[in-house]
């Protein structure tokens, strides 16, 4: 019998409407899909397509929160609230309550620069090196470099929430999200948290980010990027049943693996594959519903023995790279399996699978 | 020490060290130039500081930077990795990892927060932004120096990935991004992945090298940085009354771990142990620690419980220490509160007094040099401690080490955004 992480609470937030249930109609009907963004314009031969998200989080915070956040730090937070909310959360001891995030790079927004090179315009217009030394740098905002740090969104969510216990932020890209419920779920087994939450966001379509994929080339054909976030709350079977927490699955199995020199990707996918099913004590045939995640084609899973039919969130709704994992695993609970497979690939870099089963 | 000692295979032991920091090449040197109180701050040379009120860090000599011829596909992780491949090197050396034949057993756990957008990037970007930032695309593909490896160089897997290849680890390789508290976390992190059995070796460490200009004058904008300084050696200065902010520094420190039970299976040394690890967060604020410090206290409380010690086993405490107004009165209240009387005997030091603040790599860093301490019987001083702070009223050992023989300690991290970490170290057998 394999250790149960019941799942207490589901959030989503991304450019689709209606949280999970929501997401499961796009997937359904075969969403919008990645569309051609609109600005940057694309490269020669790189024909970038992303979703972007199509309305802000609607929060309240103050000034210093409103400053670091930046748009990934809002959704986490949005989708923190939501999914602690739903879990029934707030009357733990703040102390036993973790907390698990994986988080993107956070990049240099041209706003944030903006000032400061406008103060550092020479005479001609031009931008004067010297005159940013001089001082034109001052002109940026001074939580700026916060904001640039990738653990200020969780050091916000745990402030909101009060969360005060184990914590971890784990970075970056779609490994980063089968990690932290990997984590999240070995806190609970070890008894290090009474209740994990964990959450992740992807990176904004920034134009340094679509920068940085362009320029990829084929390390990042695979992704189309999408903007969104996602939250799930975790804590022992006993536990949810004793306080009588509604329960939507269990994550029974989890693994993550990163890709050796020369090892093929079907071969990482494999491994990480195997690695969830024997935590979960299935066989591949067992799992009635697969998630594809990341890079993971639906070619590439009969060869693994996985042959039952697959969603792919991310051909609806972009990929959404750390809270893609989660996304996937909220939305499993809604396939009309009783046991659910999702798998992740980032090429030959990293891949992982979770083991999820269904509540009646 | 512990009361109840844990079986063989859940102990955790140190069975290499690595490190290249503003002090040293090695572990070996860094801990000679510490002893003697020395200081690695100097003026900075990386970039051009000209027009900046602190122009002071602590870099890692060119002498002491890694001979290590690296393959192309490394190139893209820049200095961070540099640093934490010689690091590693020499950890891996120590422990003689290259003879362990399961290598899907050997786990990697790295806290830092790879390459930070260099001054170049940023006047790269401001060139081919329009008055609407609107970046040119093609422009940017145009500069030879915003290139593919653009792509991951602000990865922080990327360093982990890098040097899991070096190594030949095929265990997981966990990235930490938790600020100041990240090195510290990477070693609870791979405290977990033993005791739970999901490794049967862990190389955990930190890794960091943030003094360009952007990160710099990131630092200046938040006024954390030390003010007004006129001797370079003299710029850090926790607990002292006329400490003004902290000064940056790079560097990178990896540790071996594995079970007692493999550390003797494999004939290997054991330089010290892993009691416990705490971590909390301070859910107060996001530019401040809690005020009465309880965050950084839970966290102390979690790594003594987690180690099985009561406050009087702890024999030394390495401080986070920064020297910013703020941490060193809040850290002796957090300690107070974890300790309670007990804080009033025993030492209490800040590496950071000679090293500066490397972030993601400061709590590796300390955690090394406390270790290499038990098992000299010494304790690291706090230099430049001339002016108590009446708030900072514990034994800080000021100026000088101080000959204390001791087997356990406590080593504190505390992070930007309020993540806290704290290791419980023990001298091993």
């Keep these: ?360 | 020490m512990p009361a109840t000692r844990r079986p063989d295979a859940e102990r955790v032991v140190v069975t290499g060290m690595g490190m290249v920091t503003c002090l040293g090449g090695d572990v070996a040197s860094t801990w000679a130039a510490a002893e003697a109180g020395r200081s690695g701050i100097r003026e900075l040379t990386l970039f051009d500081p000209r027009g900046l009120a602190c122009r002071v860090g602590g870099e890692v000599q060119p002498a002491w930077l890694p001979r290590i011829p690296l393959a192309p596909h490394e190139q893209s992780g820049g200095r961070p990795y540099l640093l934490a491949r010689g690091a590693a090197e020499e950890a891996a050396r120590q422990a003689g990892l290259a003879s362990i034949a399961t290598r899907d057993r050997i786990a990697l756990v790295l806290g830092g927060h790879a390459n930070t957008p260099s001054y170049d990037d940023l006047v790269t970007l401001a060139r081919h932004t329009d008055a609407q930032g609107g970046v040119s695309l093609p422009g940017l593909a145009g500069e030879a120096a915003y290139g593919a490896h653009q792509f991951h160089r602000r990865r922080c897997d990327h360093a982990p990935a890098l040097l899991a290849r070096s190594l030949d680890v095929r265990g997981p390789a966990l990235p930490v991004v938790s600020a100041c508290a990240a090195g510290g976390q990477a070693i609870g992190e791979a405290l977990k992945l033993l005791r739970e059995q999901r490794a049967q070796v862990v190389v955990a460490g930190g890794t960091e090298c943030q003094l360009n200009y952007s990160a710099y004058i990131g630092c200046v904008l938040l006024g954390a940085l030390a003010k007004r300084v006129n001797e370079p050696d003299k710029a850090s200065r926790p607990f002292d009354r006329r400490r003004s902010g902290f000064v940056m520094a790079e560097g990178s420190a990896m540790l071996v771990l594995e079970t007692l039970a493999s550390a003797r299976a494999r004939g290997q040394r054991v330089l010290g142990e892993i009691l416990g690890y705490g971590d909390s967060a301070d859910g107060f604020r996001i530019t401040d620690m809690h005020p009465e410090g309880l965050g950084g206290a839970q966290a102390m409380a979690a790594a003594l419980a987690d180690a099985g010690l009561a406050p009087d086993d702890v024999q030394y405490v390495n401080a986070h220490g920064t020297s910013t107004p703020l941490n060193d009165p809040t850290e002796t209240l957090a300690i107070k509160h974890a300790l309670g009387e007990h804080a009033r005997r025993v030492p209490i030091s800040s590496n950071k007094s000679m090293m500066g603040h490397s972030f993601g790599a400061a709590g590796a860093i300390e955690a090394v040099l406390t270790l290499v301490g038990m098992q000299r019987g010494v304790v690291l001083p706090t230099i430049n401690l001339e002016v108590p702070d009446p708030r900072c009223d514990l034994d800080y050992v000021p100026n000088q080490a101080r000959a204390v023989a001791h087997r356990v300690a406590l080593s504190n991290s505390f992070g930007f955004g309020g993540q806290n970490a704290c290791l419980a170290l023990g001298a091993g057998e």
């Design chain 1, 1 to 360: 019998m394999p250790w149960r992480a019941a799942i207490t609470g589901r959030a989503l937030h991304g450019a689709w409407p209606g949280g999970v249930r929501g997401l499961r109609a796009a997937c359904a009907r075969g969403g919008q899909g990645p569309t051609p963004l609109p600005s940057p314009p694309a490269l020669p031969g790189h024909a970038l397509r992303g979703v972007r998200l199509a309305a802000e989080p609607p929060l309240r915070l103050y000034d210093a929160a409103e400053r670091v956040l930046g748009r990934h730090g809002r959704w986490l937070l949005a989708v923190a609230r939501e999914a602690h909310a739903e879990a029934g959360l707030h009357a733990w001891p703040r102390e036993q309550v973790g907390l698990c995030v994986a988080l993107g790079m956070v990049d240099p927004d041209a706003e944030d620069l903006a000032a400061a090179v406008a103060a550092s315009r020479a005479g001609d217009g031009s931008l004067s090196l010297e005159r940013f030394h001089a001082g034109g740098f001052r002109a940026m905002h001074p939580l700026w470099p916060l904001s640039m740090l990738g653990n200020v969104a969780a050091g916000q969510v745990a402030i909101d929430l009060d969360l005060r216990g184990d914590n971890t932020v784990l970075a970056s890209d779609g490994s980063a999200g089968v990690r932290v419920l990997l984590e999240a779920r070995r806190a609970l087994q070890a008894g290090a948290a009474g209740a994990v939450l964990a959450a992740a966001a992807s990176e904004p379509l920034t134009p340094a980010r679509a920068a940085r994929l362009a320029l990829a080339g084929p390390a990042a054909a695979w992704c189309e990027p999408g903007e969104g976030a996602a939250a799930l709350v975790l804590e022992p079977e006993a536990s949810a049943a004793a306080r009588g927490a509604r329960v939507a699955g269990w994550l029974v199995g989890a693994a993550a693996c990163h890709g050796l020199e020369g090892e093929p990707a079907a071969a990482l996918l494999g491994r990480a594959v195997q690695g969830a099913l024997s935590e979960a004590g299935w066989q591949p045939g067992e799992a009635g519903h697969v998630v594809r995640v990341g890079s993971v084609s639906a070619a590439s899973l009969g060869g693994l023995g996985l042959h039952a039919p697959a969603t792919a969130p991310g051909e609806a709704v972009g990929d959404l790279l750390g809270a893609a994992p989660l996304l996937a695993t909220a939305l499993a609970v809604e396939c009309g399996a009783p046991r659910v497979l999702v798998v992740h690939a980032e090429g030959s870099r990293a891949a992982g699978a979770l083991a999820v089963e269904v509540a009646a």
